[in-house]
């Protein structure tokens, strides 16, 4: 069997006697030997496309279209490795096209030897050279392609630039063919310059704020030897504050003057007020409405007050909260109020509460670590709706709590290969003495396999405990309760837990589990199958899981997949419809 494809090029008139049949016929069509259709096949189809997207021709002159079609093929065989590819044309007597274009391809060639010099002040770090080296990404007895070639001379440029060496250039490189032994000899040269240390910051842009707001986002110290991911870090975290618009950051790569180089930043201060409003609706919590004003300015100082309201079904809250500029290392520290309202499951809780906390991220090409220190006062005051015959309860308590994010995930907003892990542990004292103090703890994991090109497996786990001696001295934020999207489907909103009356209480431990196959029919439509099953409990030894099943769709918004889900509750012998939309505007 021979590999065919076919060129679709629209030359009707020439193909045929009537418009009719020459609309059909292709002019031409490109066939390689057997052996080398699994290497040709994407590079011939790559010819087609370009004639494809080429300027139409003249649909007189075959001889100029087939010389064409034949040099851009000879062309991207070269760039391949295939440097004594030879093409020939026929008329097709099978009546597939007019003409026949026959690939003998030849030899492939090969890189036989790969000269890198690396010279200037990398020359003291041999350590690193030899790394350098060693990481090459076209060595000898690799097949030669052009497109390699290019991208490992920039790519090895740019990692002798990214640390010490600002001013790394391309001195030298070479390519030698030769066609009869189908062999390639590879050479390029890189100075790396000497090794640069940076000074101080030179800045430019600023009206309302002054020079000590960008010094902490600066990760450098004068003298610290250059490093090009601190600089495009500097300059992301500038771009990411609500400080500043518009954010440049460059080095004089001065090779006569690499000591205590200045960053100069240029920037355009972004407004200091803004307000934003969101509006959403979801199964679990019914239409959801979201104001919030934000300030960057206060009283002449980069502080960051944002205060706002929000409202659902289920809960509504007032709250304000003092964000402190970054420290140097990315550790920003705030202070707020809240003021909240809640009414789930016949349970109604009115809270206060003012704190303080230190939040911290770090990122790294293939992964993210958001930590969180927090420490709040609160008063919680709680009732059972048409329980009489348990008394309202007020809880005065103190509590920290420490959090701990890692996001390893090929997509924040559409994850399909990774994972989420996030791990809480807290303690509260409460104000009616040392006995009543608890230790709190949770953590939730969601793993993202790739199944396939158009399918994937989602699991999902979460556990949580409270050791106290009464749950009833515990604030509801540290108690648990399950059901609902993002739980276990099949069951109303944190309907599963300890029942008093028709009220679901919060419980003092907490185990959920789901598994979700997904299939992706096209861009954005898809289809899901899932399992949940979980519960919560003061004892979770002797409880009936909850299980829930069912199937959704799911569609994918620049927010991320949205999905309905119909599941149905065995506990409960019905069915659910599961679903969540958040806009913001």
Do not use: C
């Not at 975290?237 to 790569?253: H, K």
């Amino acid at each position: 069997m021979r590999t065919e494809l076919l060129a679709p090029l629209l030359l009707a008139a020439v193909l045929a006697t009537t418009p009719a049949v020459a609309a059909e016929i292709p002019l031409a069509r490109l066939v390689a030997p057997p052996a080398a259709s699994a290497e040709l096949d994407p590079l011939l189809a790559r010819v087609l496309e370009s004639i494809k997207l080429a300027d139409p021709f003249d649909p007189e002159d075959d001889e100029r279209l087939l010389r064409r079609l034949r040099d851009a093929t000879i062309v991207t065989l070269s760039t391949e490795g295939y440097f004594s590819a030879k093409v020939t044309a026929e008329k097709d007597t099978d009546g597939k096209a007019r003409y026949v274009l026959r690939i003998d391809p030849g030899p492939r060639a090969k890189v036989v030897a790969a000269e890198i010099r690396l010279r200037g002040g990398i020359e003291e770090q041999p350590a690193r050279v030899q790394e350098l080296l060693a990481g090459w990404e076209l060595p000898v007895g690799q097949p030669f392609r052009d497109a390699i070639w290019s991208s490992s001379k920039t790519r090895l440029l740019a990692r002798v630039g990214e640390h010490d060496f600002a001013a790394a250039r391309l001195v030298d490189s070479q390519a030698e063919v030769d066609v009869e032994s189908a062999a390639v000899k590879l050479m390029m040269e890189i100075d790396s310059g000497p090794a640069f240390t940076v000074g101080e910051l030179s800045i430019k842009g600023l009206e309302r704020f002054d020079s000590g707001l960008v010094e902490r986002y600066n990760p450098f110290a004068y003298g610290d030897r250059y490093d090009s991911a601190k600089l495009l870090d500097f300059q992301r975290r500038l771009q990411a504050s609500p400080y500043f618009g518009r954010v440049t950051i460059e080095l004089d790569a001065d090779v006569e003057k690499p000591r205590a180089v200045p960053i100069h930043v240029e920037l355009k201060e972004a407004p200091t007020k803004r307000v934003s409003f969101g509006a959403g609706y979801s199964t679990d919590v019914g239409p959801r409405m979201e104001a919030v004003y934000r300030q960057s300015l206060v009283f002449g100082y980069p502080y960051t007050l944002q205060t706002g309201l929000g409202a659902d079904r289920t809960r509504q809250v007032a709250f304000a909260d003092v964000l402190l500029p970054p420290k140097p290392n990315g550790a920003q520290d705030s202070l707020g109020v809240l003021a909240e309202h809640t009414d789930i499951e016949d349970v109604i809780t009115d809270r206060r509460a003012g704190g303080v906390a230190r939040a911290n991220k770090h990122e790294w090409p293939d992964s993210t670590i958001e930590t969180r220190i927090s420490f709040n006062l609160q008063r919680e005051q709680r009732r059972l709706r048409g329980v009489d015959t348990v008394a309202p309860v007020t809880n005065d308590v103190l509590s920290g709590v420490y959090s701990w994010t890692r996001r390893a995930v090929d997509s924040i907003i559409d994850p399909h290969r990774g994972y989420v892990l996030n791990v809480r542990v807290g303690a509260g004292l409460s104000r009616s003495g040392i006995n009543d103090t608890f230790l709190y703890s949770y953590g939730r994991y969601m793993r993202y396999f790739e199944l396939g090109r158009n399918d994937q497996l989602i699991l999902r786990g979460e556990v949580g405990h409270t050791q106290a001696d009464d749950a009833d001295r515990v604030p509801n934020e540290f108690l648990f309760r399950a059901g609902g999207a993002g739980s276990v489907r099949g069951y109303a909103y944190q309907s599963l837990g300890v029942k008093t009356g028709s009220a679901t209480v919060g419980s003092l431990s907490m185990i959920t589990g789901s598994a979700e196959y997904v299939h992706w029919f096209g861009a954005q439509w898809g289809g899901a199958m899932f399992y949940d099953v979980g519960d919560a409990d003061d004892d979770l030894l002797n409880v009936k899981w909850a299980r829930g099943y069912g199937v959704g769709g799911r569609w994918k918004s620049i927010a991320g997949p949205l999905g309905l889900d119909v599941a149905y509750g065995q506990r409960d012998h019905r069915f659910r419809v599961h679903f969540a939309i958040t806009i913001a505007f």
